[in-house]
């Protein structure tokens, strides 16, 4: 069992805390009994598994097929400690090849996102995508990391189901799908539609912009369509996980 801080793979995984060392690496870390499970439940390629004495008894059958994906050591709950991002680690931590970032095959529904900042904004439009039937993301370069672990924590292991790719440059993979027959749909307060009178039946990319700027002009631009999204009162606008939400669930109503 390790249990000494200085034990060269605990200093590896403490520098996979790091954005910059992860993508040196081509890995990220796992951390939570939840995580591990879907990793699990897909054969995600695991490089090393760290779990306490107490979560292995606890999930016995887990622990033995995280071994048959991958080295795995029994730690103490300081080391443990040490290589967990939260405060308050349920016992289990492991390195994790990285996804391909190239963009994924979207044949009817993606949703595009244009320099998304909070990882945690990031996870639920993951996890919210995947829910509601759409066959992938396509991130900007400047979007915050997929892999971050704040993420993957937020997209509840949607991450392991759902193709997401970085894309740059971002305008010219949406030309490509606007040549293939895709309608750009962007959300404009002024816009005249209201986002449930347009056509979702037909491919379609939603586009959400960042937090607090929104999309890029550039951007706004390609879109074919414009929509807004009715609030009352003096709400100017919505947070861009609420908004990419009601568009995608809209979609997937119009194609029921």
Request: one cysteine or more; hydrophobic letters at 40%.
């Amino acid at each position: 069992m390790l249990t000494s801080l200085q034990n060269p793979v605990v200093k590896q995984m403490r520098k996979l805390q790091r954005a910059k060392y992860r993508k040196q690496q081509g890995v990220f870390l796992l951390e939570g009994t939840h995580l591990l499970q879907e990793a699990s439940a897909v054969g995600w390629p695991l490089e090393r598994i760290c779990c306490t004495p107490t979560w292995s008894e606890k999930h016995p059958q887990l622990w033995q097929q995280l071994q048959d994906q991958g080295p795995a050591e029994l730690v103490s709950a300081e080391v443990l400690g040490a290589i967990a991002t939260t405060n308050t680690p349920d016992g289990v931590v492991a390195i994790a090849t990285s996804k391909t970032t190239t963009a994924p095959q979207i044949k009817s529904l993606g949703l595009v996102l244009e320099t998304i900042q909070d990882p945690g904004n990031l996870g639920t439009m993951i996890r919210t995508a995947a829910a509601a039937g759409a066959e992938g993301l396509l991130l900007s370069s400047d979007t915050v990391d997929p892999e971050h672990p704040k993420v993957l924590r937020a997209s509840a292991g949607a991450w392991f189901h759902i193709g997401i790719g970085i894309c740059d440059p971002l305008p010219q993979v949406l030309s490509q799908h606007k040549e293939q027959g895709f309608q750009l749909l962007a959300t404009q307060p002024e816009a005249e539609q209201v986002y449930w009178q347009t056509n979702l039946q037909q491919p379609t990319l939603i586009l959400v912009g960042n937090e607090g700027a929104g999309l890029s002009a550039t951007l706004s631009a390609m879109a074919d369509t414009h929509v807004h999204i009715p609030t009352v009162q003096a709400i100017e606008s919505l947070n861009a996980g609420v908004a990419a939400a009601l568009l995608l669930y809209e979609a997937q109503r119009q194609r029921r």
